[in-house]
């Protein structure tokens, strides 16, 4: 046990020490963290400037409303949108020609063309150097909806207020049964549960491949006998498999304080500084699902890391790993690719078996219980099927392992590793 | 009592035998030479010994007890395929070593600070072991090997890659362990090695052994027929001598072993007149002449 505790402990403090492993821990949520906070701080800071757009008003029915209408105010209180009227004296495209160049020239941001038959149903053109700027488009687009629909209620003889009463949008709201009663759910789920099966996935792989190098430099360096020297093969890979599970663990509890940090003082920092951003919220998190995400982060990476393990032990470069570890990689993937479906329909048939299948379970059963949390029985049978795989395959990668370690040279083929368990 | 016991162990790997009905006994205190050609099963052997692999049959003893992982702390072992932790720093690489040999705390410190001090490495402590150079790797490979004072040493071809400054700094601490009463057990397929080092030798050929005991004797009884010649003329002259059996031939200097009980002085009135002779020396056979004799010439 004192031997595995020091082969723990170089595994930990090897990789802690990494500037990789810093940069990843530390940075990674800093770098998150940046991507949710910068475009809301841009958006909530910059003052912006007015905008001149061209107007060419065929139907000479919808300039004036238009301008009238469109108030949008800038931060300090001037318009953003500055309509410019361009009257259709002669020659359309030769007045568009114009514009063109005033659009290239930067005297105007774009221009609108609006058809002489557009209360019958004519398309308004909108033509700029870039169309990508989706809230100047569709603030655009409603405030024309708007001026057109109204014209066209009129000449029909209705009363626009009146319709737009019955018109109003019908109120939507999704809501998620539990236990506890009934709460709002506005899409936080789906969001958490597809990050936390992401971080689940992304670590299950990342620490797989960390076995799987850490293997390969073992052997490739030539240094596993001299360890072999003083403790059995299956102590190192004990060893190994703890002191990185360790690491991942240890990331994940920055992460999680981090975290913590992040949902209880963000939404009062920033609408201490920025008031018009106080409406953000993170959405909250059972505390079980958290236990449920730590219990299958430790089951799949049992379950995966031992067999990354035997084939690192099997082959003499990463070259060849990938092509071997390739296969196992796709147990990993594979529920990622089902993912949609099974948030889809938590509780089909076949989401349950999908679930229950060990090398699937870890990210499938995380994401149920996201979703819809199954009944125990199931989790339970998921978690003891992933247990009694992952003894199996400990037993049968520890056995590849302990032989192929030793072996150097051209890279045996699958009978031959099949062959190694029955050795002595 | 014997530091090493081996009886009777083979092992197989499909119908292939690297190791067949292999047994002797190492004594207590003496420096003992595993010999033979590439891939006689030199290698697979120290690793039973080792507990690295385990044996098909037979068994193995060492240090008075069945070889067992609570022995290997008392063990050093420098495998043939050898090499450290490219990352780690040379001060706590050797520290982990030790660490899994069960020696810790301050004596180990102390010990590793004074190998390194030894070994001229000291100023090389805080560097990571890919940054030394390939002879400073192996001094370093070689201090993880006896730095927790065990009480037998197990090293496989530790000359390979060295040297002669490195091989005879090696050859000067075998000798000095042997002194202090350290069991050595070393295999190599360079006989010269074994001649100057070596009390007691095992001659593995593929996968049995052909010969082992005291070493002295083993030349003893290989009988005073070695006749070392240096010469000038035509070499084939010499061979038209009748009693003679093998001939290493090396153009002016000639190796002659003579049929058993052939007498060297009827074989130097021969050589008169025949080529000019330089030296001739009636000797025991060197290492390299038995070993030639018993593994045939095809393995050397």
Not at chain 1, 330 to 343: A, C, K, N, Q, T
Request: proline residues 4%; neutral net charge.
């Amino acid at each position: 046990m004192n031997k595995i505790l020091a082969v723990i402990k170089r595994e930990y403090l090897q990789i802690v020490r990494t500037k990789t492993f810093i940069l990843g821990t530390v940075l990674g949520p800093v770098i998150m963290g940046l991507f949710i906070f910068v475009p809301i701080l841009v958006s909530v800071m910059s003052v912006g400037d007015q905008e001149r757009i061209g107007v060419i008003d065929a139907s000479r029915e919808i300039y004036k409303e238009l301008e009238n209408r469109m108030d949008f105010k800038l931060k300090d209180g001037r318009l953003k949108y500055v309509l410019e009227n361009y009257e259709l004296v002669a020659d359309l495209e030769q007045l568009k020609d114009t514009l063109n160049q005033k659009v290239l020239a930067g005297d105007i941001s774009g221009y609108m063309v609006i058809p002489e038959n557009i209360i019958e149903g004519g398309t308004v053109e909108f033509a700029a150097e870039h169309v990508s700027d989706f809230d100047k488009i569709s603030s655009i687009n409603k405030v024309l909806n708007t001026v057109i629909v109204e014209k066209r209620l009129k000449k029909a003889g209705l009363d626009p207020g009146e319709v737009s009463k019955y018109m109003e949008e019908v109120k939507f709201v999704t809501q998620k049964v539990t236990k506890k009663g009934v709460e709002e759910d506005t899409g936080g789920t789906f969001i958490v549960s597809y990050i936390l099966v992401l971080i689940l996935y992304m670590t299950l792989i990342f620490y797989g491949q960390l076995i799987l190098r850490g293997v390969i430099e073992e052997k490739s360096s030539r240094v596993v006998e001299v360890v072999l020297s003083s403790l059995k093969p299956s102590q190192l890979m004990a060893g190994k498999i703890l002191g990185i599970a360790a690491v991942g663990l240890t990331q994940y509890l920055i992460w999680a304080v981090f975290g913590m940090v992040l949902t209880s003082y963000s939404s009062s920092l920033l609408s201490s500084f920025f008031p018009q951003a106080s409406g953000f919220k993170i959405p909250s998190i059972p505390a079980y699902v958290f236990v449920y995400f730590v219990v299958f982060f430790i089951l799949g990476y049992f379950l995966f890391s031992t067999l990354y393990a035997a084939i690192g032990s099997t082959v003499n470069s990463e070259k060849e790993a990938q092509q071997l570890g390739t296969p196992l990689t796709m147990m990993l993937v594979i529920p990622i690719l089902l993912m949609m479906f099974v948030m889809r329909s938590p509780d089909s048939t076949l989401s349950i078996v999908l679930s229950l299948i060990p090398f699937f379970s870890p990210i499938l059963m995380l994401l149920r219980i996201c979703v819809l949390l199954p009944p125990f029985i199931e989790i339970l049978g998921s978690i003891v099927l992933l247990v009694l795989t992952t003894v199996g395959l400990i037993w049968f990668a520890g056995k590849i392992y302990r032989v192929g370690l030793l072996m150097y040279g051209k890279r045996p083929s699958l009978p031959e590793i099949i062959k190694w368990v029955r050795y002595k | 009592m014997e530091a090493i016991d081996v009886e009777n162990i083979s092992k197989q790997y499909g119908s292939f035998y690297a190791v067949k009905n292999l047994s002797f006994g190492v004594p207590e205190g003496s420096v003992y030479g595993l010999l033979g050609p590439n891939g006689a099963g030199k290698t697979t052997t120290i690793r039973m010994i080792m507990n690295v692999i385990i044996p098909d049959q037979g068994s193995i003893r060492v240090l008075g007890e069945k070889m067992s992982e609570d022995m290997k702390s008392r063990i050093g072992y420098l495998p043939e395929e050898r090499g450290l932790y490219p990352k780690m720093k040379v001060g706590e690489l050797l520290a982990f070593l030790a660490h899994l040999k069960g020696f810790r705390g301050q004596e180990a410190k102390k010990g590793i600070d004074g190998w390194l001090d030894r070994f001229d490495l000291s100023k090389w402590k805080e560097k990571k072991a890919e940054e030394l150079s390939r002879g400073m790797q192996q001094k370093v490979q070689f201090i993880a090997t006896v730095v927790h004072k065990p009480e037998l040493i197990i090293l496989d071809e530790p000359f390979s890659g060295l040297d002669p400054v490195n091989t005879k700094l090696l050859k000067d601490i075998m000798l000095e362990m042997k002194e202090s009463g350290v069991t050595i057990i070393f295999s190599t397929h360079r006989m010269e090695q074994i001649e100057m080092i070596c009390d007691n030798i095992c001659l593995i050929n593929k996968a049995q052994s052909v010969l082992k005991g005291n070493l002295a004797e083993i030349k003893k009884n290989y009988g005073k027929n070695m006749i070392i010649l240096e010469y000038d003329g035509d070499g084939r002259r010499i061979r038209e001598f009748p009693e003679v059996d093998k001939i290493d031939d090396y153009g002016k200097y000639m190796e002659i072993k003579l049929k058993d009980r052939a007498d060297p002085q009827k074989f130097l009135t021969f050589l008169a007149g025949k080529v000019r002779v330089d030296r001739f020396e009636i000797k025991e056979p060197t290492l390299n002449a038995i070993f030639i004799d018993k593994v045939g010439e095809k393995n050397e």
